[in-house]
C-alpha cells in the first residue's frame, strides 16, 4: 500500500471492505482467497501475478 501511496482504510473503501481486514492482509496473517488479492491488485493499481517456478533441488 505504501508503494501505491495509500492508507489502509483509503484500500478499504475501494475495496469496499472495513480496515481491520486489509490491516490482516498487510500483515501477512491469514490466507486471503485468490479474489481478494484481485481485488486488492485493482485497489491499489497494481497487478497479481501468480507464478510457478521449479522448486531448486540439490
Known sequence: MEGAGLTQEQVAVRMQTSQT????????????????????????????RIVFEPAVVG
Request: net charge positive; aromatic share 4%.
Open 21 to 48: 481486514v486489509i490491516a490482516r492482509l498487510d500483515s501477512g496473517r491469514g490466507k486471503p482467497s485468490t479474489r481478494m488479492l484481485e481485488r486488492f491488485a485493482e485497489a491499489t493499481g497494481t497487478r497479481l
